[in-house]
């Protein structure tokens, strides 16, 4: 009753501790349950079959009953009663390791994609391996005979664990393209752009916390990647610092192609599903660390977003003035290009800084500098009014892209704020 309502890090030790024995009590009373078959069936007959028909027997008999250790103490009854010989037991052990893929893969029918390449993967080792056991049965039993064991019984263990073993010595040098040929499967992304809480249970609160945090900052780097595509044309390494800086995936080669507009809606999206995990994670219990934690990256999605919508309202006037024959306005163009660069510039340094983490007098500095920006900005703005380089409707437009523009700026910088900064530290700047 403890374990179960309340709540703290002891609590979720106790939580995996008792998950962990009902796992091992289910294990047991799932071999319990099949323990009798040894009893019930009679395994006089399988005398008589063919390689290939025992292979088939281990394969159906081990999806059946989704126990490839039932199947083996079948096998083990048989060897020992003579019923059957070491070659004909050896390709049922095959065949029940085969037989038992079919439990990873219904259990991979509905998951995730993780789960999916897991299970593909699985099925791909187990298919490759038992093929090499089968083919070269002969030769592989020949080799064990070499080790001086007589006894059948330990025989075949032995060959079951040689040819899993010789499976793992062929895969092991191909881990890194094997995983890579993996990755490429099951990657639909029409349905769900977060890249971490779709692999996660709302129900484990640790890691749906930081798979929040990690889709958080996700929509960080794509909404700072959105605001740059709002100019044309685009730095040619915008997106490239952005990785290395961690906050774009290195695969983002679909991200740099969507246009602005179609950039902003599956940012929404990605809201949309980040909010939607959140109450789904708040169903269980949180304790109040857990509940901020959840809360503050809530409030970065949100700022986040607020930056992009701000930029995206004024996609129209930043248009006119690049295309503009006015070349004032082009100018002014320019100047916030080199705005909205030098916030990018920001966010890349404030989570890259070497050696330490960002300090209140990072994001002080940051906000004075946005102000600077745009006060600077507002003063040129009068100027060309005054010179006679653009109209009263040009006014307008300049100003309200200057302001959208710090407003962004000043979003961006609260999101990073609630993101890279202790809750004290918060409180604190929130006081200057």
């Known amino acids: 009753i403890v374990l179960v309502g309340a709540r703290g890090k002891l609590a979720e030790y106790g939580r995996i501790v008792a998950a962990l024995g009902f796992l091992l009590a289910g294990l047991a009373l799932m071999k319990d349950s099949v323990s009798g078959l040894t009893d019930t069936y ?50 049922v052990a095959i065949g029940a390791d085969l037989g038992t893929t079919s439990t990873i893969i219904i259990g991979s029918l509905k998951g995730a994609a993780g789960k999916k390449r897991v299970a593909l993967a699985h099925v791909i080792f187990n298919v490759t391996t038992d093929a090499i056991a089968f083919v070269f049965l002969a030769p592989l039993l020949a080799l064990v005979a070499l080790t001086g064991i007589t006894d059948p019984l330990i025989s075949l263990v032995v060959f079951h664990s040689l040819f899993n073993l010789i499976g793992i010595v062929l895969f092991l040098p191909f881990l890194k393209p094997f995983a890579a040929l993996l990755s490429r499967r099951f990657n639909v992304r029409t349905a769900q752009e977060s890249r971490f809480i779709g692999e996660t249970s709302p129900a484990v609160t640790v890691a749906a916390l930081q798979a929040i945090r990690n889709d958080t900052a996700l929509i960080i780097g794509r909404v700072v990647l959105h605001n740059l595509t709002m100019f044309s044309p685009p730095a040619p390494d915008q997106a490239d610092k952005l990785v290395a800086s961690g906050w774009l995936p290195p695969d983002n080669s679909e991200l740099r192609s969507r246009p602005p507009e179609s950039m902003y809606r599956h940012n929404k999206k990605l809201e949309g599903e980040i909010l939607g995990f959140a109450l789904r994670v708040q169903e269980h219990a949180l304790d109040e660390n857990q509940t901020r934690q959840l809360n503050r990256m ?104 200057n302001r959208e523009i710090r407003n962004s700026s000043l979003a961006l910088n609260r999101a990073l704020q609630a993101f890279l900064l202790e809750e004290s530290e918060i409180e604190t700047l929130n006081e200057i």
Do not use: C
């Not at 096998?75 to 037991?89: E, I, Q, R």
């Not at 500095?365 to 060309?384: G, P, Q």
């Open 42 to 91: 009679d395994i006089s007959r399988l005398a008589g079959l063919s390689a290939w028909q025992f292979l088939l027997f281990g394969i159906v008999a081990a999806a059946v009953v989704q126990s490839s250790s039932a199947v083996m103490m079948l096998t083990l009854t048989a060897l020992h009663a003579d019923v059957v010989g070491l070659p004909d037991a050896a390709a």
């Open 298 to 401: 809530l409030l970065v999605v949100r700022e986040a977003v607020h930056a992009a919508k701000s930029v995206r309202d004024i996609q129209h006037n930043l248009d006119d003035f690049s295309q503009s024959t006015n070349e004032k306005l082009n100018e002014f163009y320019e100047h916030f290009r080199e705005s909205v660069s030098e916030t990018r510039e920001v966010l890349i340094r404030l989570k890259s800084k070497p050696d330490t983490r960002p300090v209140i007098r990072d994001f002080v500095d940051f906000n004075e500098s946005i102000h600077t920006k745009h006060d600077r900005l507002h003063r040129y703005i009068y100027t060309a009014i005054d010179e006679a380089h653009v109209d009263d409707t040009e006014v307008s437009s300049l100003l309200n892209v």
